[in-house]
């Protein structure tokens, strides 16, 4: 069956930049668009970034705008969320998770994607 796998989650400091990563298996993965999301205690998962299959557009919250960038090596079966200038509020879990190219356009929503990872816990102290 499908896996998605992230790692790169960890405690920083305010200010510092770390690289998520996503590594799927048994998933055709040039025929899907990634996502990231992250979920907070007592808060709801938060749409974070978005690229799409063929990485001709990526999207991004609001809050997470000019620092994160997303990527995706079709290569290796792959997507990043490199994260710059972390904030204590960037403080969640981060889940990957794939959407079939045929979804429409509302990258945010996470009800369009069907595989999901487990998370990672990232930190930000201040």
């Known amino acids: 069956q499908v896996q998605l796998t992230e790692t790169g989650g960890t405690t920083v400091q305010a200010g510092a930049s770390l690289r998520l990563a996503c590594e799927a298996s048994?998933?055709?993965?040039?025929?899907?668009?990634m996502g990231w999301f992250r979920q907070a205690p007592g808060e709801e998962r938060e749409f974070t970034a978005a690229i799409k299959w063929n990485s001709e557009a990526t999207y991004y919250g609001d809050s997470v705008k000019g620092r994160f960038v997303i990527s995706k090596d079709n290569d290796k079966n792959i997507v990043f969320l490199q994260m710059t200038n972390l904030k204590p509020e960037d403080t969640a879990v981060y889940f990957c998770?794939?959407?079939?190219?045929?979804?429409?356009?509302?990258?945010?929503?996470?009800?369009?994607?069907?595989?999901w990872g487990r998370g990672t816990q990232v930190t930000v102290s201040s």
């Open positions: 998770a794939a959407r079939p190219l045929a979804s429409g356009h509302d990258y945010h929503s996470p009800d369009k994607y069907v595989y």
């Open positions: 048994r998933l055709p993965f040039n025929y899907y668009s």
